[in-house]
């Protein structure tokens, strides 16, 4: 069982900044990549940023020289700070985690946050 909670979500001005946070926890015993989605109204989820347990990043090309996500693996916390941010960055921010998690035994799966809303003005 993993639980994510996003944290950091806000109102910002067009060209600002802003942190987003997600916390893992549960019964885990590792988690190979982390990543961030979002949503927009009427839109469909979109990757965001990925990052893989050993830190190699994947961005999804309208956020790149923006956004950077970063990880600290000994919290199980995976991070995207926001800079330069755009009215289309406008989205609700789901956290997501490949992990591997202890129960009767080790299994893989997939964990979601319930997302954190970023709304920027102009």
């Known amino acids: 069982q993993v639980q994510l909670v996003e944290s950091g979500g806000g109102l910002v001005q067009a060209g600002g900044s802003l942190l987003l946070s997600c916390a893992a926890s549960g019964s885990i015993v590792s988690i190979s990549t982390m990543g961030w989605y979002r949503q927009a109204p009427g839109k469909q989820r979109e990757l965001v940023a990925t990052?893989?347990?050993?830190?190699?990043?994947n961005y999804a090309d309208s956020v790149k020289g923006r956004f950077t996500i970063s990880r600290d693996n000994g919290k199980n916390t995976v991070y995207l700070q926001m800079n330069s941010l755009k009215l289309e960055d406008t989205a609700v921010y789901y956290c997501?985690?490949?992990?591997?998690?202890?129960?009767?035994?080790?299994?893989?799966?997939?964990?979601w946050g319930q997302g954190t809303l970023v709304t920027v003005s102009s």
């Open positions: 997501n985690a490949a992990a591997i998690v202890r129960g009767v035994y080790f299994r893989n799966l997939d964990a």
């Open positions: 990052i893989t347990s050993g830190g190699s990043t």
